[in-house]
């Protein structure tokens, strides 16, 4: 079946610090991926996507490259900021739902 | 234009009683789904409507339930509360015809005690 698998959090970094988030999948085909984020007491923001292989999503100096042969889809950033801090999520599209991965929490101190 | 609204934002409701969602999704969007977030399971699919009909289903038992309006708006109803219905219930619209991309609403917060 389809499934998302993240790397474990909490994450936690200086600011300006390099950030990855790992995420792999398990899917048939080859569904869109999604990183969504959420901070304290909101609902989901869609962050970036990716449609097919190869294809790179990026916004707000997020990138993450779909990877068709490690089935993976990593979220990086190269300096994140204290206002970065928040849980991200990582999903892919199931016919019109979407698998979420557990999520990361991220922690960025100034 | 304007988001994905939810109400109430939150809710507070005794084991066994029932309780009503309303999310309005974004202006043009067809599709809406609901998805329910708990700190031990995660984000897990409810339901999908679209053009009123539902379109797709995750595992969740009967007692949980939808419909959508003619407006595109839509409720989901969970009869028979139990204390592990507590969670953030969250509405996300999205075209659902050329495009499956999802916008979510801030959630409604139900606590069952």
């Known amino acids: 079946g389809n499934s998302v698998t993240q790397m474990e959090g909490p994450v936690t970094l200086s600011e300006e610090a390099f950030l990855t988030i790992n995420c792999t999948y398990t899917a048939t085909g080859y569904p869109s991926l999604f990183w969504y984020v959420q901070y304290p007491g909101e609902g989901l923001q869609l ?10 999503g990026s916004n707000k100096g997020f990138e ?20 970065d801090s928040a ?22 101190s100034s | 234009k304007a988001g994905v609204t939810q109400t109430p934002r939150y809710l507070i ?7 009503t969602l ?4 974004i202006s043009g969007h067809r599709s809406v789904s609901w998805y329910q977030q708990t700190p031990g399971q995660g984000l897990q699919f409810l339901f999908e409507y679209f053009s009123e009909t539902q379109r797709n ?4 038992p ?6 959508q309006f003619s407006n595109s708006r839509s409720e989901m109803n969970v009869s028979t ?9 969250l509405c996300a619209s999205s075209p659902g015809t050329t495009s499956y991309e999802q916008y979510f609403g801030p959630g409604t917060r139900l606590t069952v005690t």
Request: aromatic content about 10%.
């Open chain 1, 47 to 56: 962050l970036l996507k990716a449609t097919k292989a190869d294809d790179k």
């Open chain 2, 81 to 89: 509360l139990e204390l592990g219905d507590s969670a953030l219930y």
């Open chain 2, 62 to 67: 009967g007692r949980f339930s939808g419909r």
């Open chain 2, 22 to 25: 309303s999310c309005s999704p």
């Open chain 2, 57 to 60: 289903k995750g595992n969740f």
């Open chain 1, 87 to 108: 849980v991200y999520f990582c999903a892919l599209q199931a016919g019109t739902a979407l698998i979420f991965g557990k999520g990361t929490t991220l922690s960025v």
């Open chain 2, 13 to 19: 409701k005794t084991r066994g009683q029932q309780v």
């Open chain 1, 64 to 83: 993450a490259t779909y990877r068709k042969e490690t089935t993976s889809f990593h979220l990086e950033k190269g300096s994140v900021q204290v206002s």
